[in-house]
């Protein structure tokens, strides 16, 4: 699927669990002052909840109220995981940048921002000492999504005020992320943009430029290619591109343009090897594959209902499901571990699907549908047409639809490596339950375009999800491209294929001998844009905790990975490196990511010797 | 032309005099009140309603998710008079005797001039930034040319911001997502009647979120009031009637220049609403999507963005687009503008579905940059084509006896019909509807745009000339 800056998103990725075990702590009543009522409140009981204002309400009841306000208490959440996530990061870049550096430029940076660093967490904990926010019931459930409880008014009223005061001192401290006037989904959806802004930003301000920034941060986690840019920007500048009519640049059938769904449907069918010719009524195109896979969860579940997907799997999903959606996820948790099922790493076996289901089923879960990623990301592995088989069967016994995202299809560089597209099977099992998704994001490395594909022999399924067109939809002059390159088959296959494999392959060489030099393991495999390494030899213990320090690290060193966690892997140390960049970044990168692993070696070294003194 | 078979006249053969030939534009509103008043049926005047744009409606499907079903619904019945119009689309070539559309809000009068200067070599620029993923709020340039683009043609008293420039693909995502971040499953927006129904599928999509219509009538109270005038007045009492009902409404939708009505807003009129507004903490989203399209000077339009001071800016939200003023409603262009931080970073957080490729937003902050252009050619011109196809269709209508509401702008007429209806029914409404499809002319009936009344009907005038022609003179009903 469309992976959106899953690099920056990966920074935090483990604050909510130490929020909540962070627990209660007494407070004064008269520093509780929260409530996030963005409700409207008539003046007459605002005016009224002044008058008996803090005095009245034993802590405990305030409290009650607070909770029983679901609105103020996830904007608190907010605030504490804002506030928690800026003392962490303080530290862990205090913590863990040793002074001694060698280039004294980078010294004097380091010092200043320090200086920064210490001055901005004298004022947070101070905030935080003066008690103002801990103690409010932190175990309190998560929001319903329900419409928000309406009563109390006039007490509602009181917090508020209250509320408004405590904002404001907040804000004096320029860490005022308390909303009044989103919804508690527009608050859900804004953590998760929230959790990674800063970090996005500083990414943004400081990218590494091959001659304007060269200490610029490197990004290894973003699955963009970037390898090929020269012949698409060739490509995309011949003048066939440029063509303009009028029916262009007015509304077009929701499901996409009929040329570029035709364009589309003769595309799948050659490269995907279909023994018959794909039809394009059965493709809808929309903004992206995060759209396609947004609006298909929305019209097979309803809110609350879950896919299975076997994990590590791209955490991307999880939000593009989740934020518009309200589909939830259920992991199939895959072992590293070769056992008696498996012949590899990480490896998807029906009884695995079997044993998840059923756990899903004994929770109260309503699971609708299985989600297939092939290749995968991020192992990189490719299912076999018999295990691919299987799993379809699987599904059609317990009635669940299919959702395979094959976006990476056309970017197995390994010629030893075949890629079985679903839709080259001779005879689907379900065939009104299998959805196939593609995009030119990965294959062509045009993210930046926008373009999503599904294939679906079912009629309703594709019916329901065109009805997504006005919202999720392509403009005219984009489909126009779009057709015009996909129909470019001597190109494709002459040109941009070959030299995209050749340049992938080169790419994969050059950082796989780098982590065999340094003995990390990882999954060797000829497809996607990334390998799947194991540090845990450099986690002390290995924890998702000791991950996420690792992963500080990185960035600390201005080169940015994805921590397995964000793919729900469970277990900690793993990595995923996007190696699809251009030679001379990730050089750099490797040099960089050297360093931080050499650092953290040592500092384990310090450690080991560290402890057996304290006995 | 347009000749009415007598069974068709019942209905305004007993409301002989002055409604037959009326333009409720200038001076005959009050032609239009006698004959409402004598309407028997308007005993309890309906002041609201509540959408429920899935009422009654049961999915039954072995595939679907159960709100799946439901919009699947949509698309279905959204499909129903489009598929009839697209498998008989009139081309002059190929099908002249193919349906004419007169029903969907396109202005195709430019495409020469917008053509023109989209092939021109400053657009045509592929860069790889551009190929990957951007900033989901948008490209940096094209924010900072949106935010020159509204602080000049909104007459901005301040510079506006690029910080509060989202980019979206058009303005039914900057709806879908306002919803999303602003209500809760279930909750309600205060909308004016007869207004765009398209709106009532972008808010329940994703958001599931519902419009509370705000009932105008097209009868007119006093001397200084207009058909389908909205007040203060009426917005407070749907907003009670509302809360009566339960309902929690969180804002209040204004489309300025108005659509279908074609009508304008005066600064005091905003003013009042978004005074409204803020009284009850409610969101205001002003979609100003026809903010170019005002083709009669006299009218005076103004942008909420214009005024001095904002009630409650962080509760104002506006909205434009290309889709209507450039006339490219298939580019998928829109923004929003909210001084609300929360509320442009949760919108930018639900970019991820509603992004633009990176070559048309080069495309776009080129076309907005280019105020020579725009000032001295297109604008101009475009107006100058409106006023000429509004002059032709409007003249058609008089001569028809038709009343009919136009201000000036927007690409389309309001007519009253009211009278070719045997009876004032939805389902009559309907029929004439169906038969003008039948006579290969598509329109828009008012009960796609929540109006009460039934008869009304939307007329689109901005497409070129031999077709007007052509759909005015077909054969109708």
Redo the contacts between chains.
């Keep these: 699927m469309d992976e959106t800056r899953d690099g920056e998103g990966e920074v935090f990725p483990n604050i909510s669990a130490d929020i909540s075990s962070a627990g209660p702590v007494p407070v004064p009543f008269s520093s509780v002052n929260w409530s996030g009522s963005s409700q409207p409140v008539e003046a007459k009981t605002k005016a009224q909840g002044m008058s008996h204002q803090s005095d009245v309400l034993p802590c405990d009841q305030l409290r009650d109220q607070v909770i029983g306000n679901q609105s103020s208490h996830t904007q608190l959440m907010e605030t504490l995981l804002h506030l928690r996530q800026t003392v962490d990061d303080c530290i862990t870049q205090l913590t863990t940048r040793p002074p001694q550096l060698d280039l004294p430029l980078e010294e004097q940076r380091h010092n200043q921002a320090t200086g920064e660093q210490e001055a901005f967490l004298r004022r947070v904990v101070n905030l935080l000492q003066s008690g103002a926010m801990w103690g409010l019931g932190l175990q309190a459930p998560r929001p319903t999504l329900g419409p928000r409880d309406d009563a109390g008014g006039g007490q509602q009223a009181q917090l508020s005020r209250q509320l408004d005061q405590l904002v404001h001192q907040l804000s004096h401290l320029e860490v005022a992320f308390v909303s009044h006037d989103l919804s508690n989904r527009g608050i859900d959806i804004s953590a998760f943009e929230r959790s990674k802004f800063q970090d996005f930003k500083t990414y943004q301000g400081d990218k590494y430029h091959e001659d304007k920034n060269t200490m610029g941060f490197i990004n290894l986690g973003v699955s963009e290619n970037k390898l090929c840019t020269d012949l698409m920007t060739e490509r995309l500048s011949r003048s066939d591109m440029n063509h303009l009519e009028d029916a262009l640049l007015q509304y077009s059938d929701q499901r996409g343009q009929p040329f570029l769904r035709e364009e589309v449907a003769r595309f799948l069918t050659y490269y995907c090897k279909s023994p018959a010719r794909l039809d394009p009524e059965n493709v809808v195109v929309l903004s992206g594959c995060c759209s396609v896979f947004s609006a298909l969860a929305t019209v097979l579940c309803d809110p609350g209902e879950a896919l299975l997907t076997p994990t590590p799997f791209f955490g991307g999903l999880v939000m593009g499901s989740y934020l518009y959606s309200k589909v939830e996820l259920m992991p199939v948790h895959l072992d590293s571990e070769i056992t008696d099922g498996s012949a590899r790493p990480f490896q998807l076996t029906v009884d695995k699907l079997e044993q998840a289901l059923l756990e899903a089923t004994l929770k109260g879960k309503k699971v609708r549908g299985l989600l297939l990623i092939n290749p995968q990301n991020p192992l990189g592995d490719v299912y076999s047409r018999d295990s691919l088989e299987e799993y379809l069967e699987f599904a059609k016994r317990y009635n669940l639809h299919v959702i395979i995202d094959e976006l990476y299809m056309l970017s197995v560089f390994d010629d030893s490596v075949t890629f079985h597209s679903v839709l080259s099977m001779e005879s689907l099992p379900d065939p009104n339950r299998t959805h196939m998704i593609w995009g030119t994001s990965k294959d062509f490395g045009i993210s930046g375009f926008r373009f999503g594909a599904l294939y679906t022999h079912n009629k309703e399924v594709a019916s329901a999800v065109s009805s997504f067109g006005f919202l999720n939809g392509i403009s005219g002059i984009t489909q126009y491209k779009l057709c015009r390159l996909l129909q470019d088959r001597e190109w494709i296959d002459k040109v941009y294929l070959p030299t995209n494999h050749s340049r992938l392959k080169a790419a994969h060489r050059y950082i796989t001998n780098k982590l065999k030099a340094l003995k990390i393991p990882f999954l060797n495999r000829g497809s996607g844009l990334y390998v799947w390494m194991n540090l845990k030899e450099y986690l002390q213990p290995c924890t998702f905790e000791e991950e996420l320090l690792l992963h500080h690290r990185f960035l600390g060193n201005k080169l940015i990975l994805s921590p397995g966690k964000t793919y729900m892997c469970k277990e900690p140390g793993w990595f995923r490196l996007i190696f699809s960049d251009k030679p001379l970044p990730l050089k750099l990168a490797m040099h960089r990511f050297y360093e931080v692993l050499a650092e953290q070696k040592r500092d384990l070294r310090v450690k080991q010797l560290e402890d057996p003194q304290k006995e | 032309m347009f000749a009415l078979p007598e069974k068709e006249s019942r209905a305004p053969s007993t409301c002989p005099g002055p409604a037959s030939t009326q333009d409720l534009d200038s001076n005959c509103g009050d032609g239009l009140e006698r004959e409402c008043s004598r309407k028997p049926d308007q005993k309890l005047p309906e002041l609201y309603g509540v959408g429920d744009p899935t009422a009654g409606f049961s999915s039954n ?1 072995s ?7 439901i ?2 619904w ?3 019945s ?1 499909e129903a008079g489009y598929r009839t119009y ?1 498998m008989d689309e009139y081309d002059e070539d190929k099908n002249p005797s193919g349906i004419i559309n007169l029903g ?1 809000s ?1 202005n ?1 009068l430019c ?1 020469d001039l ?2 023109k200067r ?2 021109q070599s400053d ?2 620029r ?11 709020r948008g490209h940096l340039f094209l924010r900072e040319e949106v935010a020159r683009f509204l602080s000049f043609y909104c007459k901005s008293p301040v510079p506006l911001q690029a910080e509060n420039v989202v980019v979206l ?2 303005c ?2 900057v709806f ?1 997502a306002l919803a ?8 309600a927006f205060l909308i004016p009647a007869p207004y765009y129904g ?1 709106i009532t ?2 808010v329940c ?2 958001g599931n979120v519902r419009l509370v219509s705000v009932y105008l009538d097209s009868e007119v109270t006093g001397p200084d009031t207009r058909p389908f005038q909205l007040t203060v007045e009426k917005l407070e009492m749907a907003l009670q009637g509302a809360n009566s009902q339960g309902i ?1 409404v ?1 804002g209040l939708i204004l489309i300025n220049p108005q659509n279908p009505l074609g009508d304008i807003y005066s600064p005091a009129e905003l003013q009042n609403f978004l005074e409204f507004a803020k009284r ?4 205001v989203m002003v979609d100003e999507v026809y903010m170019l399209s005002v083709f009669e000077e006299s009218v005076g339009y103004r942008s909420v963005l214009s005024l001095e001071r904002l009630p409650d800016p ?2 104002t939200h506006v909205m434009w687009a290309t889709s209507k003023d450039f ?7 829109g923004t929003l503008y909210t001084e ?1 931080r ?2 442009a ?2 919108v ?3 970019c ?9 937003q080069h ?1 776009m902050a080129q076309l907005l940059r280019d105020r020579d252009w725009i000032n001295q050619v297109y604008l101009p011109e475009n107006h100058a084509r409106l006023k000429a196809a509004h002059t032709y269709v409007a003249g058609e209508l008089r001569a028809l006896g038709i009343p009919f509401l136009s201000r000036g702008a927007g690409f389309f007429i309001w007519a009253d019909l009211r009278k070719y209806l045997p009876e004032g029914s939805f389902e009559e409404e309907r029929r004439l509807w169906r038969r003008f499809l039948d006579h290969k002319v598509l329109v828009s009936f008012g009960k796609a745009f929540e109006c009460k009344e039934p008869g009304w009907f939307r007329l689109v005038f901005s497409d070129k000339a031999h077709r007007l022609c052509l759909a005015i003179s077909a054969d109708w009903p």
């Design positions: 499907s595939h679907l998710s159960s709100r799946g079903g919009i699947k949509f698309w279905d959204a697209h969907t396109e195709k495409f917008l053509s989209l092939s657009m045509l592929v860069e790889p930034a551009l190929l990957q993923y951007p900033d989901w693909n058009g039914a995502s879908s999303t971040v602003l209500c809760e499953v279930g909750e398209a599928q972008h999509l994703y929690k969180k009850h903490e409610l969101h962080q509760r006339g490219m409603s298939g580019l998928r262009f609300n929360d509320v970073t949760a930018a957080s639900l991820r579905y509603h992004g633009l490729s990176g070559l048309v495309q």
